[in-house]
């Protein structure tokens, strides 16, 4: 049978494959390697010395003695005795990068009606939650609030859907993301403005990568799904009508009106091109 690993501050270090630990820093393995080595060479130098044996005799025995303990005995002993303290930073970097705080977005629903916001901010805050970036979308049924927000570790989607409903939240959806959210959505959109600029025919993919979303194909444009508002379809004059898919991410009003600018910038250029031409 066998036996569970042990449960020890640096066994989180192990590789899961072949259950090695990383080497570590070259500093504190000499270190580890000169604490224990110093005491077995002074006792085996001790010995050796009082001995009456020939001069060489004695370096022939000191040599094989020392190199067989430094194999043997101190190496594994360093390793073994100090292994928390060898791997200590790469422990304290783990241990960080654990407790870091994660980031999510979120969307909700709520009416529109004073308070509503403050509502859900408070339900957020006890999870300790940080707001880091909010757009308000008016909808026909209220406002769809999008937030960027850091959580601490151990707060996940349950939880924070749960915040979300407590604050009085209808529909609401949760994504984890990373720090790329936090960048600015008209800058973003005008960056890529510049890019149709250059190149008209790059429509689909600036508006593909705008929205974070999929070009879906001609062949599967047609086809009906839940209208769930995971699918964008923007008109172009040249190429027919271009549909986007984000599965579990509805498009909001803000990113369609954005789709759509774009598409009629690149109509624009490309109209200005055909005229140049002829």
Not at 20 to 41: D, F, G, H, S
Not at 90 to 116: F, K, V
């Amino acid at each position: 049978m066998k036996r569970p690993p042990h449960n020890t501050p640096a066994s989180e270090l192990r590789c899961e494959v072949c259950g090695q630990m990383p080497e570590p820093p070259k500093a504190r393995l000499t270190a580890a390697n000169v604490a224990v080595m110093l005491p077995i060479e002074l006792l085996v130098h001790a010995l050796v010395v009082e001995t009456h044996l020939p001069y060489v005799a004695k370096v022939l025995v000191l040599t094989f003695t020392a190199t067989v303990l430094v194999i043997w005995v101190a190496e594994p002993s360093a390793a073994r005795i100090l292994l928390r303290w060898l791997h200590a930073p790469a422990l304290r970097h783990r241990r960080q990068l654990a407790a870091a705080p994660s980031l999510w977005r979120a969307r909700a629903l709520l009416r529109d009606e004073p308070g509503s916001l403050q509502r859900i901010t408070r339900a957020l805050a006890r999870l300790d939650a940080n707001v880091l970036g909010i757009h308000v979308h008016p909808v026909p049924d209220g406002v769809l609030d999008e937030f960027v927000l850091s959580v601490p570790r151990g707060v996940g989607e349950r939880e924070l859907l749960a915040a979300l409903h407590d604050g009085g939240s209808t529909g609401s959806h949760v994504w984890p993301t990373t720090a790329l959210a936090m960048a600015d959505g008209q800058t973003r959109a005008l960056s890529l403005a510049a890019r149709i600029a250059a190149a008209p025919d790059e429509l689909p993919l600036a508006v593909a990568e705008l929205l974070h979303a999929r070009i879906v194909p001609p062949s599967n444009a047609g086809l009906q799904g839940p209208d769930d508002g995971t699918r964008l379809k923007i008109p172009t004059a040249w190429h027919g009508p271009i549909t986007f898919s984000r599965p579990g991410e509805p498009f909001t009003p803000a990113e369609s009106a954005r789709a759509h600018r774009l598409a009629e910038l690149a109509e624009i250029l490309s109209y200005g091109c055909e005229e140049s031409r002829s």
